[in-house]
């Protein structure tokens, strides 16, 4: 009887998908959610959250504290890449270095600032300025 | 001929020596995985019987956790036995996915048992049900994880039976970001192996010594495990929890992710705490499970924590241990877990402060817990608390 019935399973011709009458114990079969190896959906590894072993900064794991933020030193690199040049008394120079090419901006306290464009090979002369 | 073939030589070979591998490396086989074999003249027909999708040469069914391969397909089989079969059997994710499809099924047959139905009446009753809303939201969350892993799996069950090239040609037609994707799986187990790959992935650890002693070898380097003088496993030690480790190591990184958790305390650092009975260090040397190092040294350390007279300067060092602690966590904001560790680690310290200061050895978190409760009990006792 098994046997009948997987022949008949298997040898059927195709036949239109809205055709097919099913009874309960077809359900097995029809599961909402098959995985397929063909017809793979677009993914990436991050949102399968794939972690790599991460060494710790500090050797005690209860020592994590939150970020400080510190005091600004001339030749601190600041997120950006911008470097710390000079601290006026009401002025901070901050410097972007492309090699030959650099941005200089100062900031003052008011809000007001400028950036000057300044290529090394010619020193001191200036490209372009604006102020703001 | 028999429409559903008998499992083939070659077939039985690959699952024999696959279940071999897999019990060796995890302490674990599928089990509750079964194979169906469809030949490959039958196979369209099967797939539009049930609805499937024919273009591809293997299927896993979650709602009666079958794998169904067209003919003696190798690289099926592994992709959706091993790989959806395990991954459904053995990872948080793959369970949640068998039993929402069986919650589903059961839906299903209440509605169904006593008429014929056609598709489309099946996925009208599927889109007013709440199980299968549920279901199809949590497959699409998680379609990367299971595909993922099974494409992986056939990586590296194909290396095993010198089936490389297959593989490759098979996935050939990836496109560029999910060539990506599989390629930063395989990278990280090219790196840091097989078993972290696996744990990696959610699937279940059964730590023993020797597999944890593996995997560190893989992820840390052999010669960074050998020279490290104490290396212990600590913690609940559950499937699914992340793997607890303790080292006294020159050689060793501090590591925490979620499956795995590695303390490194520095030789010298290390005997400077175990001199002032620091629960961070005497917990692991008295409850922890030796991995690799010195076991005399261990027997040593064990000893010495028993005999070594309880100085002042230990009391002290626990309380401003504890004072420490309490400050830093005061630093996070309320209700954050970061404030909770820090104030849970305060009060260690400081039940362990009192408990050397009354000439008690408690050692492990266990012992300060229970003995803080007596605490408790005593001061109720005296009626302190009204």
């Known amino acids: ?132 | 001929m028999m429409p559903c073939q008998k499992q083939a030589p070659k077939i039985k070979h690959l699952l024999d020596f696959s279940n071999a591998f897999y019990q060796d490396l995890h302490g674990y086989k599928p089990e509750q995985t079964k194979l169906q074999s469809i030949p490959e003249k039958h196979w369209k027909t099967f797939c539009q019987r049930t609805d499937l999708n024919s273009n591809s040469s293997g299927i896993y069914l979650p709602r009666n956790q079958t794998a169904i391969i067209q003919n003696r397909n190798p690289l099926s089989l592994f992709h959706e036995y091993f790989g959806h079969g395990l991954f459904c059997e053995q990872s948080l994710i793959g369970r949640k996915l068998v039993d929402l499809e069986k919650k589903l099924l059961e839906d299903e047959k209440q509605e169904f048992q006593n008429r014929k139905f056609s598709l489309k009446d099946l996925e009208k009753f599927r889109e007013q049900n709440k199980t299968f809303q549920e279901l199809k939201e949590f497959r699409k969350q998680n379609l990367a994880r299971y595909e993922i892993f099974a494409i992986w799996t056939e990586y590296l069950l194909s290396k095993e039976f010198s089936l490389r090239d297959e593989f490759e040609m098979k996935y050939d037609f990836l496109e560029k970001e999910n060539r990506e994707a599989v390629d930063s799986v395989i990278n990280f187990s090219e790196s840091y192996g097989d078993l972290a790959t696996f744990y990696a992935s959610g699937l279940a650890r059964r730590t023993t010594p020797e597999r944890v002693k593996k995997l560190l070898e893989d992820v840390y380097g052999i010669e960074a495990v050998n020279n490290s003088k104490l290396i212990l496993l600590t913690g609940s030690k559950k499937p699914f929890s992340d793997i607890d480790l303790f080292a006294c190591s020159d050689y060793l990184q501090p590591t925490k992710n979620s499956w795995l958790d590695l303390a490194v305390f520095r030789e010298e650092n290390f005997e400077e705490r175990t001199r002032l009975f620091e629960t961070q260090v005497t917990h692991p040397i008295m409850a922890g499970e030796f991995i690799t190092g010195n076991k005399n040294y261990l027997q040593q350390k064990r000893i010495q924590l028993q005999e070594q007279p309880i100085t002042k300067e230990a009391i002290k060092y626990n309380l401003n241990l504890s004072e420490e602690q309490k400050q830093r966590a005061l630093e996070y904001p309320e209700q954050s877990e970061e404030r909770k560790t820090g104030l849970s680690y305060s009060e260690t310290y400081l039940k362990n402060a009192l408990a050397l200061k009354q000439g008690l050895r408690l050692f492990t978190k266990e012992d300060l817990i229970s003995y803080s409760q007596s605490e408790r009990f005593i001061e109720l006792k005296g009626g302190k608390i009204e």
């Not at chain 1, 677009?42 to 060494?55: D, T, V």
Request: glycine residues 10%; charged residues 25%; hydrophobic residues 35%.
């Open chain 1, 1 to 132: 009887m098994r046997q009948e019935l997987e022949k008949s399973l298997y040898d059927a011709k195709p036949i239109r998908r809205d055709l097919i009458v099913y009874q309960v114990g077809d359900l097995e079969n029809l599961s909402a959610s098959a995985l397929y190896t063909g017809n793979l959906p677009k993914f990436s590894a991050g949102g399968a959250g794939f972690e790599l072993p991460k060494p710790l900064g500090s050797i005690s794991r209860f020592e994590s504290k939150p970020i400080e933020i510190s005091v600004p030193k001339v030749g601190m690199t600041l997120e950006g890449g911008l470097n710390i040049k000079k601290i006026g008394h009401n002025s901070l120079t901050l410097n972007t270095d492309y090699g030959l090419l650099r941005d200089l901006y100062n900031f003052h306290p008011d809000g007001s600032g400028s950036k000057r464009e300044i290529t090394l090979k010619k020193p001191t002369i200036l490209i372009d300025k604006k102020s703001w």
